[in-house]
T-cell receptor, first 113, second 114 residues
Framework: GNSVTQMEGPVTLSEEAFLTINCTYT??????LFWYVQYPGEGLQLLLK?????DKGSNKGFEATYRKETTSFHLEKGSVQVSDSAVYFC????????????FGKGTTLSVSS | NAGVTQTPKFQVLKTGQSMTLQCAQD?????MSWYRQDPGMGLRLIHY???????DQGEVPNGYNVSRSTTEDFPLRLLSAAPSQTSVYFC?????????????FGPGTRLTVT
C-alpha cells in the first residue's frame, strides 16, 4: 500500500546548524510529494512540493528533491533559525489532484539560540 | 477571503452522541478533505471529495459520514461517538496551481469523547 516513513524526532539543533529530515515513501504509480509544517497551536501549511522525479521543491531556505530511484524526499536547510521550530510532515498524494494525502508521523524540530 | 473555516474549535461529547463538524471554504476550490491528527500518528485521511456530489473514503473512514451538496461546504458527521474518535480534526481544500495542486488547511477542531 501507500505509506510515508519519516525519521523519528525530536531533532534538536543550535541556530545556524544544517538540517536534514529524512523521508522515504512507498507508492503505486508516481505520486506528488509534499512537506508541510505545523507551528505550535496552528494548522498545517504547505512548505514545498515536487510533482515528478528529479524536481526540487524549495521555499524559505528549505529544499527537497524527488528521488524516484531511492523513493526519497529528504528535507534540508543550510542554516536553521529559532523560528523554524515546528513539526514537519512529509506527505504523498493518492490522486493526481493532490487532494488525498498520506502523511508521515511528523518530525519535531527544536532550534535553540 | 476567509480561507478554510472550521466550527466548532473545541467540542466535548459523551460516548454514543452524534454531531457534525462543519467545514467551509470561500475560495471556490473543487477539492476538499478531512483528516484526523493523533499524537505519534501524524495525519490520517478520513474522507475526501473531488467535487459537489462526489465523495470517497480515505485511510480511516469507519464511524464517519460525509456529504458534499455544495462546493463551499463539506461537513463531517460522527454518527455515534466513541472515545477512539478523540482527536484533532482538520479540513482542507485544494486548487490547481502550476503543475500540481496545493492544499489549504483549516485551523482544526479539537474533539474529546468521554
Amino acid at each position: 500500500g501507500n505509506s510515508v516513513t519519516q525519521m523519528e524526532g525530536p531533532v534538536t539543533l543550535s541556530e545556524e546548524a544544517f538540517l536534514t529530515i529524512n523521508c522515504t515513501y512507498t507508492a503505486t504509480g508516481y505520486p506528488s510529494l509534499f512537506w508541510y509544517v505545523q507551528y505550535p497551536g496552528e494548522g498545517l501549511q504547505l512548505l514545498l512540493k515536487a510533482t515528478k522525479a528529479d524536481d526540487k521543491g524549495s521555499n524559505k531556505g528549505f529544499e527537497a528533491t524527488y528521488r524516484k530511484e531511492t523513493t526519497s524526499f529528504h528535507l534540508e536547510k543550510g542554516s536553521v533559525q529559532v523560528s523554524d521550530s515546528a513539526v514537519y510532515f512529509c506527505a504523498l498524494s493518492l490522486n493526481q489532484a493532490g487532494t488525498a494525502l498520506i502523511f508521515g508521523k511528523g518530525t519535531t524540530l527544536s532550534v535553540s539560540s | 477571503n476567509a480561507g478554510v473555516t472550521q466550527t466548532p474549535k473545541f467540542q466535548v461529547l459523551k460516548t454514543g452522541q452524534s454531531m457534525t463538524l462543519q467545514c467551509a471554504q470561500d475560495m471556490n476550490h473543487e477539492y476538499m478533505s478531512w483528516y484526523r491528527q493523533d499524537p505519534g500518528m501524524g495525519l490520517r485521511l478520513i474522507h475526501y471529495s473531488v467535487g459537489a456530489g462526489i465523495t470517497d473514503q480515505g485511510e480511516v473512514p469507519n464511524g464517519y459520514n460525509v456529504s458534499r451538496s455544495t462546493t463551499e461546504d463539506f461537513p463531517l458527521r460522527l454518527l455515534s461517538a466513541a472515545p477512539s474518535q478523540t482527536s484533532v480534526y482538520f479540513c482542507a481544500s485544494s486548487y490547481q496551481q502550476g503543475g500540481g495542486y496545493e492544499q489549504y488547511f483549516g485551523p482544526g477542531t479539537r474533539l474529546t469523547v468521554t
